[in-house]
């Protein structure tokens, strides 16, 4: 496996215990990560993804962070938002309307 270009990470309010709860879980977080996998290897983009513990910006959650790219993004909550995430990974762009 070559060193992906990106990594994408989804909070999925994990605790130290492992428990997942918080904002974003409840919000549907999980659920986004299987359509997350589908539309990255459908797109063919050399991009790792991972669920994180909490965030601490629950208020704004889903949160979903590109790195290296540091760029945050907010109240991701559905598949509309994710393809507009990845349309501007695609094209080394930003996806304005959620942008913290």
Not at 37 to 44: A, H, L, P, S, V
């Amino acid at each position: 496996m070559e060193k992906p270009e990106k990594h994408i990470f989804v909070c999925a309010s994990y605790r130290v215990t492992g428990a997942p709860q918080g904002v974003c879980h409840k919000k549907g977080s999980i659920n986004l990560l299987q359509y997350l996998e589908t539309e990255i290897d459908d797109r063919g983009l050399n991009v790792a993804f991972s669920s994180t513990g909490c965030l601490k910006m629950c208020d704004k959650g889903p949160i979903l962070i590109v790195q290296p790219d540091n760029v945050w993004y907010g109240n991701v909550d559905s598949e509309k938002a994710i393809d507009e995430i990845l349309d501007a990974v695609e094209n080394n762009k930003t996806a304005d309307t959620y942008v913290l």
